[in-house]
Every structure is written in C-alpha cells, then in structure tokens.
C-alpha cells in the first residue's frame, strides 16, 4: 500500500538511502534537505511521487511548513522519519556554549519541532509512524562527544514518552539506532579534530586515535538499515527502541550490563534513602 512519507535530511547520507528506498518501494515523499539541488536526481526519476523541500529543522516554522507540504501535496502523512543530524569530537570543556547547543538544536530539538508539527494531524486521522533516527550512542558514552551523546539520550527518553502518549490513537514511535555506518559520519564529526588541552589525550585523544582507522569499515550498511526502516513503517507492533549493527548490539549490551552491575552492588544504599528504611547509612559498595 502506498503511503506519505516525510524524510529529513534527505540531501545525502542514510536520509538519502531511506528517501531513494521509500520512493522504490512506491511511496510518496516529501524529501527534505538543507539544500534541494541534492534532491533534483530523485525529482527527474520519480516526478510528481517526490516533493522536495528546503528543511532546517532547528526551525519550526520551516517544520510545520513541511509536514503542511505533505498533507496539501498527498493529502496526509503517514509516515515521518526525523533523520537530520551531526556530531563532532572535542572534549566538553572545549566545546563553545553556542557550538554545543547547535548540536543539540539539530539532533535533538529537530525531532522534537518536527514530532510536534506531524502529531496533531496523525491524531485526527488515528495512525501514523514516526520513527527517530537515533544511535546506540543514546544508550551508551563515547569520550569526545558529549553534545552528541547528550542529544541522542534526549530522543531515546523523548521516544518512550511520546510513544505511551500517542498509543491509544494508533500511532507509533520508534527509535532506531545504528551503530556506525559507511556514510562518512565518522570522518566528518572525527576527521578534523581541533588541538586539545594535553590532559584530555587520555581520554579523548585515545578516542580519536582508536576511531581513526574504523572510519570507512563501519559494520552498519546505509542500504539495508534504510531496508529496515521501510518495513519497520509497516510493523504493527514495535518496541520503542530498535539497535542495528552487530557493533550497536554489542556496544548497548556491553553498556546496560555495567549499569545493571551498578545497580546492583548498589541496591541496599538506593533502599536505604526511603523514608521507611532504618538504620545506619550502609557502607558504600566502592570498588
């Protein structure tokens, strides 16, 4: 069955790849990017089943202005993907208040502009999907990246609460998230690291130095995760977060044993804060 699509950060990248797969698959789309020329190939080749649009979703005029597109182009909008998003690696004591925040604003306050402009008219016509492009990184750290780390915990809390929300309306939110991927993130947020104070080398340095050679053999591959997203639009039932990369599996798993590690060796302190415990202060589990 045919359905609307809006794709952000449609220009390049895995936004391109689920655009192109969409569009194979006999969907309409509103195509986004910050620059339209990106999209003229895909407007010659599927003609009046492709609107493209000019998107900065850190706007939410241009937001609504988009999801308006679909509803007036193709007469409603099923299917959202918030995919627009970047990172860069520099230790957080470096990173400019206003640098930090336009990382932030893209990956972060970009779902949230473009969920609120999709929600009111998925609730009237009772269905639709919005799935959030996300990344392990929302379930895990990475020293070096903390806006973009910061920002895709954001959406992965964002995603559960707004799924509960919308449930009863028959609409659905998803969260993917990938680990790394052949579409030259990596190189653009890690590729020119600007010098650092020497006593984050150890941290971030290390980082930058581990990464330098997984940059162009990323495990995750942009065709078959933008296959997945098209089947996971047609899904019924879905939990709220999905990881793709055996790396992304791997790297999740690793990060949610720890924690449950902590948790536990931590379990009579967390106990003995309720009002009803008795007592001393339990002796505190450190390693």
Known sequence: MSRIWLVTGSGSGLGRAITTKALEAGHRVVATARDVRQLDDLVAAYGSRIRPARLDVTDEREGAAAVDLAISAF???DVLVNNAGFGEARPFEEVPSDDFRRVVETNFFGVVNLTRAALPAMRQQRGGHIIQIS???GRSALAGNASYIASKWAV?????TI????APFDVKVTALEPGGMRTNWGKRAFGNVPAMLPDYDASVGETVRQLGAYW???AGDPEKIAQVVIAVAA????PPHILLGS????GALAAEAARKAADERWKA???WTDVAAVGPLPELPFE
């Open 135 to 137: 990344s392990f990184g």
């Open 75 to 77: 007469g409603q909008l």
């Open 156 to 160: 992965g809390g964002f995603t559960e």
């Open 235 to 238: 899904a019924d039932r879905l």
């Open 269 to 271: 302190v967390s106990a």
């Open 163 to 166: 799924a509960l929300e919308v």
């Open 216 to 218: 162009g053999n990323e």
């Open 247 to 250: 790396d992304a599996l791997q």
